[in-house]
């Protein structure tokens, strides 16, 4: 299997498995967070888990994986950071599902969550799931402040995919960046997992698959590399 796909690498096998196999892109995402699930349920027991979801589909991701750990009977506290900007289909979906559940989702403001994060220990959880692969540039200095108070936080933090905030293809952070204690990466490590530096930001990385077959998998990247 191959040893790690760039941000552009990723989207296109989303929307290839989605496409070509007839994957709907809702169960990609709700194996994706099956994966996380795995991880924190392998990780051991906490006090706590807060999750936070971003406005896009890593934040859809964190919303599902508040809905699975409610079906292990393991409530997590959710808070919903849009910051004015408008959900992915699939995150608005997965938020729907919560509202339907009646499992709480907060919108909190910026002071409450600072007191939040000071308030966990080490036998907390946070859940990372604000911001994705395509992260360029500066974070967006609302979405800086979160990740600061994140980091800040004396919990265990595991982040989703990615650390908020890394540039996936370079290593680097884009300003403010969460320093993971676990990062769950789907189907590879990303480019930028491999620079030298990365680990301080990702942590111990776990790469869970989403569901496509590795046969598929390895015939997609060949005819990808051959292109």
């Known amino acids: 299997m191959f040893k ?11 929307g290839d498995a989605i496409q070509q196999l ?15 699930v795995d991880e924190i349920l392998k990780l051991g027991l906490w006090n706590s888990i807060t999750i936070f979801a971003g406005p ?11 809905r699975l750990l409610a079906a292990l009977g393991m409530n997590a506290k959710v808070l919903l950071i849009r910051q004015g900007k408008k959900q992915s289909a699939d995150a608005s979906e997965n938020l729907k599902f919560l509202f339907n559940s009646e499992i709480q989702v907060e919108e909190p403001e910026t002071d ?28 967006n200095p609302a979405f800086a402040e979160i990740i600061r ?3 800040e936080s004396s919990a265990h933090v595991l982040s989703v995919d990615v650390p908020s905030g890394l540039d996936c293809d370079q290593g680097i952070p884009c300003g403010d960046c969460v320093r993971a204690h676990t990062t769950v990466t789907f189907v590879s490590y990303k480019h930028g997992f491999l620079q030298a530096n990365a680990h301080v930001f990702t942590g111990t990385i776990k790469v869970c698959h989403i569901g496509i077959p590795q046969r598929w998998l390895e015939r997609w990247h060949t005819r990808l590399r051959s292109n």
């Open 112 to 139: 409450h969550i600072r007191i939040h994060c000071k308030s966990l220990t080490d036998k907390d959880l946070i859940v990372d799931a604000l911001l994705g692969t395509g992260v360029r540039g500066t974070v």
């Open 149 to 151: 108070c994140i980091n």
């Open 22 to 36: 007839g994957l709907p892109s809702l169960l990609l995402m709700e194996n994706a967070a099956r994966g996380v």
């Open 56 to 66: 896009g589909n890593n934040g859809g991701d964190g919303l599902a994986v508040a």
């Open 4 to 14: 790690s796909l760039s941000c552009q690498e990723v989207r296109q096998l989303d």
